[in-house]
Nanobody, 123 residues
Framework: QVQLVESGGGLVQAGGSLRLSCAASGRTFSTAGMGWFRQAPGKERDFVAAIEWNYGGAYYADSVKSRFTISRDNAKNMVWLQMNSLKPEDTAVYYC????????????????WGQGTQVTVSS
């Protein structure tokens, strides 16, 4: 019903920045929130950030607060994750997700997922 495509990943040195993009298509009119999750090798997929689609309220994992910023453009069906002051521990595959519910911190609340984009931060 909703298709999500991430882009913008790559290789950066510690302290650098990347901006991830997520383009949504399909039946996006019921979207309540969009989120970013990440999964490092051998690790679980963890919450990174989420944004309320209508009002723009943003939520962040403690590990990325003050460094990452999530934003969205409803008209364009786009969401971005600006990542600054990147650390090697930020290395992971980053996934964009969409939910029709309000449980933005919960991975099970997200019905639609992109295929992910690799972010690698070197020291």
């Amino acid at each position: 019903q909703v298709q999500l495509v991430e882009s913008g990943g790559g290789l950066v040195q510690a302290g650098g920045s990347l901006r991830l993009s997520c383009a949504a298509s399909g039946r996006t009119f019921s979207t309540a929130g969009m989120g970013w999750f990440r999964q490092a090798p051998g690790k679980e997929r963890d919450f990174v950030a989420a944004i309320e689609w209508n009002y723009g309220g943003a939520y962040y994992a403690d590990s990325v607060k003050s460094r990452f910023t999530i934003s969205r453009d409803n008209a364009k069906n786009m969401v971005w994750l600006q990542m600054n002051s990147l650390k090697p521990e930020d290395t992971a595959v980053y996934y964009c997700a969409a939910t029709r519910s309000s449980g933005f911190f919960t991975i099970t609340a997200y019905e639609y997922w992109g295929q992910g984009t690799q972010v690698t931060v070197s020291s």
